[in-house]
Antibody
Framework: EVQLVESGGGLVQPGGSLKLSCVAS????????MNWVRQAPGKGLEWLSY????????YYADSVKGRFTISRDNAKNSVYLQMNSLRVDDTAVYYC???????WGQGILVTVSS | QSALTQPRSVSGSPGQSVTISCTGT?????????VSWYQQHPGSAPKLMIY???KRPSGVPDRLSGSKSGNTASLTISGLQADDEGDYYC?????????FGTGTKVTVL
């Protein structure tokens, strides 16, 4: 069974930084691409970023390009999202998701507020 | 990339059928047979209901079915039941990116 557990969320001031982590189990992590998806309060789902199994291919949504960086450590079965220059409208629940039909973690709340 | 277009809400009485449309473009829904549907309840992660346009994961009842024609995908829920209520999102793979639908609230009257 695929399990994805996010951590690292919390309250941060506008302009600040935060790094999310996601530990995966139940599948061969290095063989699978991973994604980050977020959902602002009361809003829909927004895909943010993709990283291939080898980290050789990375994509970002325009809304986070230049501010967020996705990375992974296959030895630790982990994927990360470094978030810089955070804005109030980045407030959301952030999910890591395994590619394919997406398998989701439980999500982690990031609140950007002064 | 713009979100896929879904109706804001649909409703039906128990036992009835409802259909949710998901309209994209030739760059996503129209090209890829990787359309999936997710049900979400408040405070919970999305749950996969349909993948690859019309395939059901184990445990999802066959009352749910998916289809696609051109740039529009559809999810049909037959024999509507109370636990079908929730928000439904379509999602299309598009060249290593994913694009989600705007979401549809399903209400069982």
């Amino acid at each position: 069974e695929v399990q994805l557990v996010e951590s690292g969320g919390g309250l941060v001031q506008p302009g600040g930084s935060l790094k999310l982590s996601c530990v995966a189990s139940g599948f061969t992590f290095s063989n699978n691409a991973m994604n980050w998806v977020r959902q602002a309060p009361g809003k829909g789902l927004e895909w943010l970023s993709y990283i291939s199994g080898s980290s050789g291919t990375i994509y970002y949504a325009d809304s986070v390009k230049g501010r967020f960086t996705i990375s992974r450590d296959n030895a630790k079965n982990s994927v990360y999202l470094q978030m810089n220059s955070l804005r109030v409208d980045d407030t959301a629940v952030y999910y890591c998701a395994k590619s394919g039909p997406l398998d989701w973690g439980q999500g982690i709340l990031v609140t950007v507020s002064s | 990339q713009s979100a896929l277009t879904q109706p804001r809400s649909v409703s039906g009485s128990p036992g009835q059928s409802v259909t949710i449309s998901c309209t994209g473009t030739s760059s996503d829904v129209g090209t890829y047979n990787y359309v999936s549907w997710y049900q979400q309840h408040p405070g919970s992660a999305p749950k996969l209901m349909i993948y690859d346009v019309n395939k059901r994961p184990s445990g999802v009842p066959d009352r749910l079915s998916g289809s696609k024609s051109g740039n529009t995908a559809s999810l049909t829920i037959s024999g509507l039941q109370a636990d079908d209520e929730g928000d439904y999102y379509c999602c299309s793979y598009a060249d290593s990116r994913y694009v989600f639908g705007t979401g549809t609230k399903v209400t069982v009257l």
